[in-house]
């Protein structure tokens, strides 16, 4: 890691000679000179350090599509920036480098980050790429300073959180892309290192904060099943049948060597979703409508998608150009 000055950690305790780290619910008892699971939070004098304060380890210009959010501030452009670690260790990370420390690091300002954005046109800020809460101290500060900029702030999250870290950190977040990977504590416990309660508390308690939209990796042979797919699609519609839902098509990448997501099961889980979501989006595959947003009502397409390229002629503000009806948009 580069050798910036270090910060001290929020949401900890010293326990013995140890300290407890209260930020996800993993809850580590870190030892002195370790680190708890997320690699990125150590004990140092009897001090938890967030080693990763103000170092960025990747940051670029996206579509905000690319998060993907679709149902917020569509057509625009948001400065993307991430960090390392992770509490999670998915076999099928796709950003496996990141996660792992396997990349450079740099000091960057928070307001050289507020510049950057402002002067290429960007709304806002998104912390992704890697896990941005256990970032928390350097988000929670970036996000202040972004949202008296007059610019919103984006999180691209596992959910895996306590509640009061979270709660401290709502208030400055405009919309959240969640991952739920699955509705099985096993596929968790098994693929990820983690456990599905909190995610399901964090997406709850979320929903009725900001705007959310939830992803789902559909990995082949792990969560792809019809069974599977109907589990995630009904917590959804049970807090909101309007939270739109995106299904990903999963690539073999680091530890997993299963073959691509089939075209055939992308098109049946978006069909099942549909039944009960009004939303449902299929990424990283091209499928004949299921990029583009129709109006629940009459039907019309109020946002066409190709890729990243947005059409929002359909739409009229947060309302269907066609009949009128409200839509789930922050425009």
């Known amino acids: 890691m580069c050798a910036a000055e270090q910060r001290t950690a929020s949401w900890w305790a010293p326990e013995g000679d140890a300290v407890r780290c209260g930020l996800c619910p993993h809850r580590c008892l870190i030892g002195e000179g370790t680190r708890g699971i997320c690699r990125v939070r150590e004990n140092r004098n009897g001090t938890l350090l967030a080693l990763t304060y ?37 076999g099928f990370c796709q950003n496996h480098l990141l996660v792992e420390g396997g990349a450079p690091l740099v000091p960057v300002p928070i307001p050289q980050l507020v510049r950057a954005a402002r002067e290429g046109g960007s709304v806002g800020v998104a912390y992704t790429y890697n896990e941005p809460l256990i970032w928390f101290e350097f988000v929670l500060d970036c996000a202040r300073e972004f949202r008296k900029a007059g610019m919103v702030n984006v999180l691209v999250t596992n959910g895996f ?44 308690e979320s929903a009725a904060a900001t705007h959310v939209e939830v992803t789902s990796l559909l990995v082949t042979g792990e969560n792809d099943s019809d069974e599977a797919v109907r589990a995630v699609v009904d917590f959804v519609a049970g807090i909101d049948p309007e939270i739109p839902l995106h299904l990903s098509r999963y690539f073999p990448q680091h530890r997993y060597s299963a073959p691509p997501t089939s075209p055939e099961r992308l098109a049946a889980a978006w069909r099942i979703a549909r039944k009960k979501l009004p939303y449902v989006y299929v990424g990283n595959f091209s499928l004949e409508g299921a990029e583009d947003t129709r109006c629940p009502r009459c039907g019309g397409v109020a946002v066409r998608r190709r890729g990243t390229r947005t059409n929002l002629s359909g739409l009229s503000g947060d309302r269907c150009a066609s009949c009128g009806r409200t839509l789930r948009f922050v425009v």
């Open 54 to 90: 103000g170092k960025v380890a990747a940051v670029q210009v996206d579509p905000i599509e690319k998060k993907p959010l679709y149902h917020f501030r569509p057509g625009t452009h948001i400065l993307s920036i991430g960090s390392i670690g992770c509490n999670f260790h998915c």
């Open 161 to 204: 959180i306590s509640p009061e870290p979270l709660r401290e950190l709502l208030p400055v977040i405009d919309a959240m892309n969640i991952d739920l990977k699955s509705m099985s504590p096993e596929f968790y416990r098994k693929n990820c290192g983690g456990m599905l309660p909190p995610v399901l508390e964090t997406i709850r």
